[in-house]
């Protein structure tokens, strides 16, 4: 372990990093799928080397905050025999590979794409040289899922789109969201190899950016996406069919990682199970692995939403899987408001947070769930500052933390923003909201929209289409008491 002066920006499972709360430790799963062997390990070292608790990423990592002390070696050789460590160490804190959850089981997907995720991550562990790579750079696979992860985002997404007239199935190459290429199955971990030996060159021949290693983002404001293109077919032994370049459009999120569906597997189903903030206790994890194990496959899948489902349980089960998972104190419902927020580190870990996000959204799902019942999924977003670590695009409800002066006194507040309009968070609803205040004013957005929203309109759809000061004025009448 690194001396604390020398803890890295992105933390791995042995190069933690250091957060105000404390070391704070990420475990890569790559495509976020978990067995109940790997599930009770990780219980038992969040038991042994942290406060008990862990939480779910938005890259569907795990994460273990206040380490407590160093990972051992005879820990770290246990891991890697389960699995759950890179086999190299240089290579770990390299953001984790994204799929869908509901990859190899999904009624809609077009191919599983877990044994493309498992090829990249085994390139990854024999090419220790692109540890001189960015550890944000991320790579994607979409397998044409129901459950996409089209619009979250990644450096590189190959997207599957159909077969080609050799009834191999084409993926769309997609660079920071914008297209250039369609490549064969077979030839995504060439051409992604080429993409990521690329991006190594122009490394070696820039300087770091404010002491960070640079983003591919920046290589594609140098080069342009064509010219990198171009040089990535130079180091390609085959031919690419080329696209012209242009944004695609990006699904509307849907829930259906959360609850319970039919799997491609006749006689399965899937649960997606609401994990607040992405919080799990060790106990919690420990009992979902027994779960799954007695009731279903022993699977258990992490989701970039912070959530994570049971996979192919029988049909025959689903109402015991279901009780079961209500007695550890968690539930499959997409209508609670602690189902779908979304919070950064807050001021409880991290410097540049203006407030205690964590602390202020799981307060206010509570208040709410006592005023309110919502009968279609609200996702609300908090941020600590105007960096939006947790959430990189507009959502129905976005709240960025603000400090603000009351008399003599500095208190925390948010600017409420909300819809998918206007980058990067929204249309602008309140300018300066007090932390005490913002439970008040997210309850008034609320019943605006239950009120006038048109039949299973989404609450963003619903703010789109308003005039902002049409819908300033409703949230105004009556001083903020609807007739």
């Given at each position: 372990m690194l001396a604390l002066s020398e803890l890295p920006t992105c933390p791995g499972l042995f190069y933690g990093s250091r957060a105000r709360d404390g070391i704070l430790s990420r475990m890569r799963i790559p495509g976020g799928i978990l067995n109940a062997h790997q599930c009770r390990t990780i219980a038992d070292l969040v038991d042994r080397y942290s406060t008990g608790c862990l939480q779910v990423t938005n890259r569907a990592n795990l994460q273990i905050r206040d380490l407590n002390s160093p990972v051992s070696d005879e820990v770290w050789q246990d891991?890697?025999?389960?699995?759950?460590?890179?086999?190299?160490?240089?290579?770990?804190?390299?953001?984790?590979?994204?799929?869908?959850?509901?990859?190899?089981?999904?009624?809609?997907?077009?191919?599983?794409?877990?044994?493309?995720?498992?090829?990249?991550?085994?390139?990854?562990?024999?090419?220790?040289?692109?540890?001189?790579?960015?550890?944000?750079?991320?790579?994607?696979?979409?397998?044409?899922?129901?459950?996409?992860?089209?619009?979250?985002?990644?450096?590189?997404?190959?997207?599957?789109?159909?077969?080609?007239?050799?009834?191999?199935?084409?993926?769309?190459?997609?660079?920071?969201?914008?297209?250039?290429?369609?490549?064969?199955?077979?030839?995504?971990?060439?051409?992604?190899?080429?993409?990521?030996?690329?991006?190594?060159?122009?490394?070696?021949?820039?300087?770091?950016?404010?002491g960070k290693k640079p983003r591919l983002r920046h290589l594609l404001t140098d080069w342009g996406a064509e010219s990198y293109l171009e040089r990535v077919e130079r180091n390609l032994p085959f031919v690419v069919q080329r696209r012209s370049i242009a944004s695609f459009e990006k699904s509307i999120p849907n829930h259906q990682h959360l609850g319970i569906y039919p799997q491609q597997q006749s006689g399965f189903s899937y649960m997606g199970i609401a994990l607040p903030l992405g919080r799990l206790e060790s106990k919690q994890l420990r009992n979902l692995a027994n779960l799954a194990q007695n009731l279903a496959s022993g699977t258990l899948r992490l989701t970039p939403w912070q959530n994570l489902l049971i996979s192919d349980i029988p049909n025959s089960q689903l109402f015991e899987?279901?009780?079961?998972?209500?007695?550890?104190?968690?539930?499959?419902?997409?209508?609670?408001?602690?189902?779908?927020?979304?919070?950064?580190?807050?001021?409880?870990?991290?410097?540049?947070?203006?407030?205690?996000?964590?602390?202020?959204?799981?307060?206010?799902?509570?208040?709410?769930?006592?005023?309110?019942?919502?009968?279609?999924?609200?996702?609300?977003?908090?941020?600590?500052?105007?960096?939006?670590?947790?959430?990189?695009?507009?959502?129905?409800?976005?709240?960025?933390?603000?400090?603000?002066?009351?008399?003599?006194?500095?208190?925390?507040?948010?600017?409420?923003?909300?819809?998918?309009?206007?980058?990067?968070?929204?249309?602008?609803?309140?300018?300066?909201?007090?932390a005490a205040e913002m439970p008040g004013a997210i309850e008034r957005m609320l019943q605006v929209y239950q009120r006038f929203r048109e039949p299973l309109e989404s609450f963003g759809e619903f703010v789109d289409r308003q005039a902002i000061d049409q819908f300033q004025e409703l949230l105004n009448t009556e001083d903020g008491n609807l007739k």
């Open positions: 891991l890697l025999e389960l699995g759950l460590a890179s086999r190299r160490i240089e290579v770990d804190p390299i953001r984790n590979i994204m799929a869908s959850p509901t990859a190899g089981i999904d009624r809609q997907q077009l191919l599983d794409t877990r044994p493309l995720v498992k090829a990249w991550d085994d390139y990854l562990q024999t090419h220790p040289e692109l540890s001189e790579l960015s550890p944000k750079f991320s790579i994607g696979f979409d397998g044409g899922e129901l459950v996409s992860i089209r619009d979250l985002r990644n450096d590189i997404l190959l997207a599957a789109e159909g077969r080609s007239a050799k009834s191999e199935i084409v993926f769309r190459l997609h660079l920071n969201g914008e297209t250039g290429i369609l490549i064969q199955q077979s030839q995504c971990i060439s051409v992604l190899a080429a993409l990521a030996s690329t991006y190594l060159e122009y490394t070696k021949n820039r300087p770091r950016i404010d899987v279901k009780q079961q998972v209500a007695d550890l104190g968690l539930h499959s419902s997409a209508t609670r408001l602690d189902s779908c927020l979304v919070a950064c580190a807050g001021s409880s870990g991290c410097a540049s947070a203006a407030t205690d996000t964590q602390s202020h959204a799981l307060t206010m799902a509570r208040d709410l769930a006592q005023k309110l019942t919502i009968d279609l999924p609200i996702n609300i977003h908090f941020s600590g500052c105007e960096k939006s670590c947790a959430q990189h695009r507009p959502i129905d409800i976005t709240l960025v933390g603000i400090q603000m002066e009351r008399g003599d006194e500095a208190i925390e507040g948010y600017k409420i923003y909300a819809g998918r309009k206007d980058l990067p968070f929204g249309r602008p609803i309140f300018p300066a909201v007090s």
